[in-house]
């Protein structure tokens, strides 16, 4: 059984920072590190969209409302996926999710179908 968690949510005022970790676990999850492991987020009314994913060889790729912005990063050792996220607007208001995708893959995974497993999510607030 596979479970991501992630947490670090919270409120924040405009242009503050957090950091959100994902701590992954489960028998099927020993080689974290082959796996592209991506942050998703669902704003209120709004469809799932991608933020950003990280590959096995830490090779990263980001949504255009983002870059620049975020920062995704991942330690294999502790199976943990971080994503640090400074200059927050009102508009990243979501839950945030993490997700894992495939093994061996280029970081380039958009679609929410691309990722089997995903945590519970967590609720980042920012107030402008």
């Known amino acids: 059984q596979v479970q991501l968690v992630e947490s670090g949510g919270g409120l924040v005022q405009a242009g503050g920072s957090l950091r959100l970790s994902c701590a992954a676990s489960g028998r099927t999850f020993s080689t974290f590190s082959h796996y592209v492991m991506g942050w998703f987020r669902q704003g209120p009314g709004k469809e799932r969209e991608f933020v950003g994913a990280i590959s096995w060889n830490g090779r990263q790729y980001y949504s255009d409302p983002v870059k620049g912005r975020f920062t995704i990063s991942r330690d294999n050792a502790k199976k943990t996926v971080y994503l640090q996220m400074i200059s927050l607007k009102p508009e990243d208001t979501a839950v945030y999710y993490c997700?894992?995708?495939?093994?061996w893959g280029s970081g380039r995974h958009v679609g929410t179908h691309e990722y089997d497993e995903w945590g519970q999510g967590t609720q980042v607030t920012v107030s402008s």
């Open positions: 997700a894992r995708g495939p093994v």
